[in-house]
């Protein structure tokens, strides 16, 4: 895809595909395995004629994520690949989509370079930037707002087509997915699902945050953000999960800016070796010590000191 970079370390990712955090649990020895090792290496054609070879779905298992592969598999046959930049490409379906191609650049380009310059991240990672098909999107399709996943070459980021009808809303989301690049890459992969909202609802740039109607603590609010959200309940923990988050990136935006965000993903990968092991041993999260250095504050006091005065 020539978007190898020379000096570009890309974080392990150790058979992430079939990490349970990316995709819930696959069972050993059903084709799933190895559907998302394809998926992982983006060969969208192999997944998708596995996924026909083994019979869709597999009983109802894991359909929101045949669905996400059927998406970027569509993408892929159809659109037109533009870019040529080595480390941003497009896939664009030029007869769907309510902008021209020149258009759709300048907005990834005015993202990434927008939220580059705000959080101090000049470091290009391998992405590949892909608007899906307009029809591939339903109330109940997972992530159908856009997603970032990072494959194991490069960084991937989805934008549902009904983005294109409005340029301002497109630019925002593809801030908030770029925010979630940047937060891969800076961390090594590292930082918590909280976080990485955190960090993407502020590179967004999003108006203020609602009020939500329980504060969580880190490891529920991880968990909020893995509801299903197709209807009703599900939906709405997610949705005030954005916001919590949203709220806890504006107040550490508050204290150090948007550079001092940077900063803290920076501080999750600049440990020493020794480090690494004493945090070991004492179970401390690679989240609470990028905090200590950069804040000054624990996970747990960041938590308290951002929660609004009427919880
Ligand atoms: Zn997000």
Redesign the pocket.
């Known amino acids: 895809m020539g978007l190898a970079r020379d000096h570009y370390q890309r974080p392990l990712l150790t058979d992430s595909a079939l990490s349970p955090e990316r995709f819930g649990y696959v069972h050993p020895g059903l084709p799933w395995q190895d559907i998302l090792r394809a998926y992982d290496l983006d060969q969208l054609d192999l997944a998708m004629q596995m996924i026909d070879s083994a019979g869709v779905g597999l009983g109802g298992n894991q359909l929101g994520t045949l669905r996400m592969i059927g998406a970027e598999a569509e993408a892929r046959s159809r659109a037109q690949q533009l870019g040529g930049h080595d480390w941003l490409s497009y896939e664009l379906i030029v007869e769907e989509a309510a902008m021209a191609p020149e258009e759709v650049e300048v907005h990834v380009r005015g993202a990434v370079d927008d939220v580059g310059r705000r959080f101090g991240y000049s470091q290009r990672p391998p992405t590949l930037v892909t608007i899906l098909p307009r029809d591939s999107f339903d109330q109940w399709t997972p992530s159908r707002y856009?997603?970032?996943i990072a494959k194991r070459e490069f960084d991937k980021v989805c934008l549902p087509g009904r983005l294109t009808d409005d340029p301002a809303e497109f630019s925002e989301a593809m801030r908030?997915?770029y925010?979630?690049v940047m937060a891969f890459n800076r961390t090594l992969g590292r930082c918590p699902r909280w976080l990485?909202?955190a960090v993407?609802?502020v590179a967004a740039n999003e108006g203020p945050s609602r009020m939500v109607p329980e504060w969580l603590g880190p490891h529920e609010l991880d968990r909020a953000f893995r509801a299903d959200d197709s209807y009703g309940e599900g939906e709405t923990r997610v949705w005030f999960a954005?916001q919590q988050a949203h709220e806890i990136g504006r107040y550490l935006k508050g204290l150090k800016g948007e550079m001092g965000l940077g900063t803290l993903l920076d501080a999750f990968s600049d440990n020493s070796a020794l480090k690494n092991v004493i945090m070991a041993v004492i179970n401390q999260e690679s989240e609470d010590e990028a905090l200590r250095q950069v804040y000054g504050l624990g996970t747990r006091q960041v938590f308290e000191n951002a929660r609004p005065a009427s919880h």
């Open positions: 856009g997603y970032h908030h997915e925010g979630h990485h909202e993407a609802m954005y």
